[in-house]
């Protein structure tokens, strides 16, 4: 047959393929412009001119395997149809997504690989759906993480707080201090006090608390401390006369102390009802939300693993390079002053700072 | 067992960018330690809700890519004057070791903290792309720093100083803002208590065509507020400064005219000194309008009422109670997107009632408004019947809090205490957040409360309850909560100590003129290594006293930065050095 009786027979066959070659060496041709949707293939295709024949095939990230391909052209066929509406595309989308999630890992690293923006952020979107609300362990189990955080990395590890360097003076302060009470302790030949441990059981607790407390009923007003309030109505502090004599009554009676009763709770003397705090819990508050705040989560289940963090870099450097931490330290932010740096006796450093005080 | 698919970094970065919410974050960081590590170098976004849980250092450590902070210092109940004057809370050394941290740091939110003009002047200095400060409820700073802030920040986008102190010495800061400055989207000086140059703000206004919220303070007269609006007709959230004047017929024009002009308001606020004459002028905004708050307005009730029915948009009102319980009736009827109610009190010390507010009113809304999750409420009686119908009619509700003015108020109908009633609202409001109790209250609203309560996050009791079971109850049944604060009320030592562990999983607790006795305290900070427990006592050294003496205040906290080094003589930490440090 002559070129132009082909053409009439089989149009298709002028049609243009680009020629891929996945990681695992098969090889597959897909429609010119669909291929050409991946900026990946794009590039390829006009710096290096591969992909027009089998032999010279693009070869593929290796991201990207023949199941993943086949959805990505999938994704490629559909879109790049410039006559669709944003309504078919997005419909097309939710449903583009709907695989389980091994499968949409896997397109999205593909995806990545290839460079094909809008399919990164669809599929990382549905992962951040999937991830959103959450906890650590059913996140783990979704997408078969390890659990390679230590307990202690997970809970706060405060054993030692010593990383901040006052606290750790002040603990050899309190160190020394501590020894020379017991040396004045053993002279005096008093027995020193073992301390309370209580370790009586929560049931055992409990049931002192049922057995029946006596009741406190003491009622003492807080300190009056009026702050110049301009607000009508909204001062938030009883300010009459009446009640700022009653306070001072009360203060009086607290100063005089403590009577304990004999199931050996503590009260204070009672007061007359005027004094009664006349505010109730929500008095006057400020008109204002925080961005919700006040419930929001916070920084702390997270930041619990950093001090075990702390200590082993603390413990590592102390036993390595002692003038490198020194520099390390003159050159933390300004809430620190090394007021003198002296040697003692047998050569080792002695510290001193000076506490800023703001 | 199935493999991990492996992510190159920069993907999961990208998911991880979708997730914005704190809650989300801290559970991705604690997955694994790769998730960690990614993690913690894409945050950008830090909430700090106690200052003194964690320090600058460590935060700096563990997230180096920070662009926006927020950090809480003071207790809550700082707000009503229970902590006492220089507690701490101040926020220079974050300020300054940030400064070196994070050039780039864009956002500062900071609430109940102390401020300095050193601060401030800092904060202008050091990041050079700063765009928002927010100032709620914090002190310590002069109209100096703001100066500092609008002459320095370029970029500056917000600046919000809700409720915050503030000495006005000059009231010249507004003209620092050069010329240049366009960027403003938010300007709030309401707290502010002197004179501003008006011809200043209003070329400020001017040329800041993207300014979206603009809150005046008192010094601002009504008639200056037409000029103000005609430069800002795409204002969404206005506060007005005082809203009155002599009734002059062409200035009442002048301003019907105006807030004709802003199509785009969803918000006002601000009314102090309300002439109800002017209040029409507003009238062809009240459609639109999502939020009110007349929190300051001493307008009585039909004008109120007039006010209120055309706002049928309205998602959150802010009200004293001389809109009554008619008025809340017109409320209900009207305005059936009602989110969140906050009603004050007019004269909270007068012993008679003033106005014609009773429980009633909130139950009507509770009726009326499907949407109603959240509620602060003063009234002077209340009944379990009406709690009981209130819980029934909105298990919707996130947050409640509700004042009886006068403590320990039994049900008025049947004298009875109120624990059935607020049992009520915590058995049937499953997604209730946080609660704030009043009345005459026993042990078994806490038994309610333990039961009930599981997504309790923040509770706040005062005058309530009979003993440590109570307290037992709360700390043991809870298994959201995060603040936990009491005054007044008989708890002790056992229920505190038995739950001592329940601590670290909260914020803080704060417990003032209660039956915690000193030694307790000692034994709770000796025992509890993750806790700040710290004693403010004005009476001197608490040591000085027998061990079985009540504390002051007591204030419990998990940190993972140790003892706080800026305490003032009032306040003490427990652990196991305190004795010594008092020789």
């Known amino acids: ?18 020629w891929l070659q996945t990681a695992d060496g ?21 710096q290096t001119g591969m992909g027009s024949s089998k032999n010279y095939a693009i070869s593929l990230p290796q991201k990207v395997n023949p199941t993943t391909l086949s959805l990505i052209l999938d994704y490629c066929r559909f879109h790049q149809l410039p006559g669709r509406s944003n309504k078919e595309r997005k419909s097309f989308d939710e449903k583009f997504i709907r695989i389980d999630t091994k499968r949409l890992c896997e397109l999205t690293s593909a995806a990545d690989s290839l460079q094909l923006k809008p399919l990164v952020d ?3 979107r549905a992962l951040a759906r999937m991830i959103e609300g959450k906890t650590p362990e059913e996140i783990r189990e979704t997408f078969h993480l390890p659990d390679d955080l230590t307990e202690e990395e997970k809970l706060e590890p405060l054993r030692n707080t010593a990383d901040d360097l006052r606290i750790r003076l002040l603990n050899r302060l309190y160190a020394r201090k501590r020894k020379e009470l017991k040396e004045k302790q053993k002279m005096k030949n008093v027995e020193v006090e073992e301390e309370r441990v209580d370790d009586r059981s929560v049931d055992d607790l409990l049931s002192f608390i049922n057995g029946g407390d006596g009741g406190f009923e003491g009622v003492r007003a807080p300190k009056n401390k009026k702050k110049n309030q301009r607000r009508k109505g909204h001062s938030k502090d009883p300010s009459t006369n009446d009640v700022n004599k009653n306070h001072k009554e009360m203060d009086d009676l607290s100063s005089a102390c403590c009577k304990e009763d004999e199931s050996g709770n503590v009260f204070m003397a009672s007061h007359s009802k005027a004094a009664k705090l006349k505010v109730a819990v929500d008095g006057f508050p400020p008109k204002v939300e925080f961005d919700d705040g006040d419930i929001d989560d916070e920084l702390d289940p997270a930041m619990k693993e950093e001090l075990d963090r702390e200590v082993e870099d603390f413990a590592r450097r102390l036993n390595s390079d002692w003038p490198e931490r020194m520099q390390e330290i003159l050159s933390l932010g300004q809430d620190r002053k090394l007021v003198s740096i002296s040697m003692n006796g047998n050569g080792s450093l002695r510290r001193y700072t000076s506490l800023e005080r703001r | 067992m199935l493999m991990a698919h492996s992510f190159p970094e920069e993907v999961l970065e990208h998911v991880f960018s979708f997730i914005r919410s704190e809650k989300d974050r801290n559970a991705i960081s604690l997955v694994c330690k790769s998730w960690y ?27 180096p890519e920070l662009r926006s902070v927020s950090l809480k210092g003071k207790p809550h109940f700082a707000d009503f004057n229970l902590v006492p004057q220089g507690w701490g809370g101040n926020v220079y050394p974050w300020v300054a070791a940030m400064a070196q941290a994070y050039p780039w740091l864009e956002e500062l939110r900071l609430k109940r903290m102390v401020v300095t003009d050193d601060t401030l002047e800092l904060i202008s200095r050091s990041f050079k792309n700063f765009k928002v400060l927010v100032l709620s409820s914090c002190e310590g700073f002069t109209t100096d720093g703001l100066a500092a802030i ?16 503030v000495d006005d010495p000059s009231g010249n800061w507004l003209s620092h803002f050069p010329e240049s400055c366009t960027s403003l989207v938010s300007l709030s000086f309401a707290c502010l208590e002197g004179e501003v140059s ?67 308001l969803k918000s006002l606020s601000g009314f102090w000194e309300v002439l109800p004459a002017y209040l029409p002028a507003i009238y062809p905004v009240c459609a639109g309008l999502t939020s009110l708050n007349l929190s300051y307005a001493t307008i009585q009730g039909p004008d109120l009422i007039k006010l209120v029915s055309q706002c049928q948009s309205l998602q959150r009102l802010w009200v004293l109670d001389y809109i009554e319980d008619n008025g809340l009736d017109t409320l209900a009827a009207s305005c059936k997107d009602l989110q969140e109610l906050r009603v004050f009190p007019s004269d909270p010390y007068s012993a008679e009632p003033n106005v014609s507010l009773t429980e009633q009113g909130l139950v009507s809304v509770s009726e009326g408004c499907p949407k109603l999750q959240s509620v602060l409420y ?57 609660l704030s109790l009043s009345g005459l209250l026993t042990d078994r609203v806490f038994e309610y409360i333990g039961t009930h309560g599981k997504k309790l996050e923040m509770l706040s009791l005062a005058f309530a309850g009979d003993g440590d079971l109570g307290l037992h109850n709360v700390l043991s049944g809870c298994k959201s909560l995060r603040k936990l604060e009491i005054r007044d009320c008989p708890f002790g030592d056992k229920a505190l100590l038995a739950n001592a562990l329940k601590l670290e999983t909260m914020r803080s607790l704060w417990m003032s003129s209660c039956s915690v006795s000193f030694g307790a305290c000692k034994l709770l900070g000796q025992k509890m290594q993750r806790l700040n427990v710290e004693v403010i006592d004005e009476r001197g050294p608490p040591d000085s006293r027998p061990d079985n003496c009540s504390v002051e205040r007591l204030y419990v906290y998990r940190s993972v930065a140790g003892p706080r080094l800026d305490k003032p003589n009032f306040v003490w930490t427990m652990d196991e050095d305190f004795a010594l440090k008092l020789s």
């Open chain 2, 37 to 63: 590590e990614i993690e913690r170098w894409c945050r950008h976004r830090l909430f700090i809700g106690n200052c003194y849980a964690v320090s600058p250092r460590i935060t700096i450590r563990r997230f």
């Open chain 1, 122 to 124: 669809l599929t990382s």
């Open chain 2, 198 to 264: 008006f011809s200043a703000l209003e070329r400020l206004v001017g040329r800041c065509t993207n300014l979206k919220t603009l809150r005046l303070n008192q010094a601002v007269p009504l008639d200056k507020l037409p000029n103000l609006l005609r430069r800002a007709p795409q204002l969404v959230d206005l506060g007005t400064g005082v809203y009155s004047a002599e009734v002059r017929p062409e200035l009442y024009s002048k301003l019907a005219g105006a807030f004709l002009g802003c199509k785009e």
């Open chain 2, 378 to 434: 003063f009234c002077r009686q209340m009944s379990n019947a009406a709690l009981l119908t209130i819980a029934r009619n909105r298990p919707n509700m996130t947050r409640f809090r509700l004042c009886i003015i006068e403590p320990q108020a039994p049900d008025y109908l049947t004298l009875q205490p109120l624990d059935a009633g607020f049992g009520a609202i915590v058995e049937h409001c499953n997604n209730l957040r946080r």
């Open chain 1, 26 to 46: 098969s090889i597959q041709q897909v429609e010119e412009e669909v291929a050409m949707f991946c900026p990946m293939i794009c590039r390829e295709i006009l």
């Open chain 2, 150 to 165: 609008a002459a320095n920040c370029r970029n500056l986008r917000e600046l919000d100083l809700r409720e915050s102190e």
């Open chain 1, 1 to 18: 047959m002559s070129e132009g009786e082909m053409a009439i027979i089989k149009p298709e066959v002028m049609k243009s393929y680009i």
